[in-house]
């Protein structure tokens, strides 16, 4: 009798399986729409990104442009932008994006300071939560200028007095 038993709820339990397996999910499945409201995707298609200076002298060029577009469906307003010390400072479009249009945030960084870059730039924008605010990570190295100061300097002697014409 314990054998019959046993078959009996075995049986159920794979008919069981085999009607759970076959069945429709309850859930729809619907397409991804489009995200409302606006979206600030940057040039690699991520919501906040790296701007590299890479190796540069002392001095170089202090400009670098990291470009962006709304992808939302609604017009982007960027409210504030700001560096995380006075040596990094950004420029941003006060005119709202529409949808689908690019921009672009100008960033300089003092480049007359030596040694390795690691700032940020916070972005405040018109978006909705946690993605109203985005980070561009400023990375790079600024090296000290090859010049003749490697060799040494002439002294006025008297084979080479400069005061002495």
Known sequence: MKKILFLFALTLGAINLTIAQTEAPMTEVKEQAPASGPVMTFEDGNTSTTCDYGTLEQNGEPLRIVKFTNTGTEPLVIKNA?????????????????PGESSQI???YA???????????TITTNEEGENATHKINVVGNILKPASE???PKTEPNMINNEDNN
């Open 82 to 98: 700001r560096g995380s010390c006075g040596c990094t400072v950004p420029t941003w479009p006060k005119e709202p994006i529409l």
């Open 149 to 151: 100061e490697s060799a």
């Open 106 to 108: 100008e960033i300089r």
């Open 111 to 121: 480049t007359n300071r030596l040694g390795k870059i690691n700032k940020n730039v």
